[in-house]
């Protein structure tokens, strides 16, 4: 009975983000939709943000044990992606919410990048012999250059292609010295 309740105040908050921001979510309205009272609430959770909290480390989790084979980075930002636009109402309303609650939900999307990323760059590198630092210093540089894009593009409302501007970036990047980008697109004069 125990898992059956804790399960019906989980679906039920999640129903309720799909639909409007946390903002306008209370523990009354999740009670009464459960049909519970509000002391059973409070025997599983302090509050909302730790409902909340909870619900987002385990769909983590769920998330990271379901996608383990990363062949690049900008699958890396493909899986992501794909994964919140899956959940697309329930994350603006998240994304858009107070600050403590969009902690929660950013701290595990900065795992979730770094999870990829790092799953990615063992896998390609496992061959090379590259020292500790500069494995720990690639993984930070791609995991803040993703983790960015999909914070950009949540501010964004989510509205923009951000996986053709990532693989578009990636292509980019192949030529990115100073050098090469003026070779490709000519030096800028001043006139």
Same mark, same amino acid.
């Given at each position: ?5 804790? !399960? =019906? ?6 129903? &309720? &983000? ?7 979510? #209370? ?8 049909g519970?009272?509000?002391n ?5 959770? @302090?509050? &909302? ?7 987002? =480390? ?18 890396? %930002?493909? %899986? ?7 959940n697309?109402? =329930?994350?603006?309303? &998240?994304? @858009? ?15 979730? /990048?770094?999870?990829? %990323? ?5 896998? #390609?590198? #496992? ?6 630092? *500069? ?7 791609? !995991? ?10 949540? *501010?964004?409302?989510?509205? #923009? ?8 970036l /990636?292509?980019?990047? @192949?030529?990115?010295?100073i050098? *090469? ?11």
């Open positions: 009975m125990a898992s059956f309740t804790k !399960k =019906a105040i989980r679906e039920t908050f999640l129903k &309720l &983000l799909r639909e409007k921001p946390v903002s306008r979510i #209370s523990i009354c309205e999740i009670v009464e939709t459960c519970i009272n509000r059973t609430f409070y025997y599983y959770y @302090q509050d &909302l943000p730790e409902l909340i909290e909870e619900i987002i =480390a385990e769909e983590t989790a769920k998330f990271v044990n379901r996608c383990n084979n990363i062949s690049s980075i900008e699958e890396c %930002v493909e %899986v992501i992606v794909n994964e919140l636009v899956r697309k109402k =329930a994350i603006l309303h &998240l994304h @858009q919410s107070s600050v403590s609650n969009r902690v929660f939900y950013e701290k595990y999307l900065w795992k979730v /990048c770094e999870h990829f %990323v790092t799953s990615f760059l063992e896998m #390609s590198l #496992s061959e090379k012999e590259i020292s500790e630092k *500069d494995k720990k210093v690639l993984i930070r540089f791609y !995991k803040c250059t993703c983790f960015g894009y999909v914070i950009e593009w949540l *501010d964004d409302g989510m509205r #923009s292609d951000v996986i053709s501007d990532f693989h578009r /990636c292509e980019l990047k @192949q030529n990115m010295s050098e *090469d980008l003026q070779k490709t697109y000519g030096k800028k004069t001043d006139t």
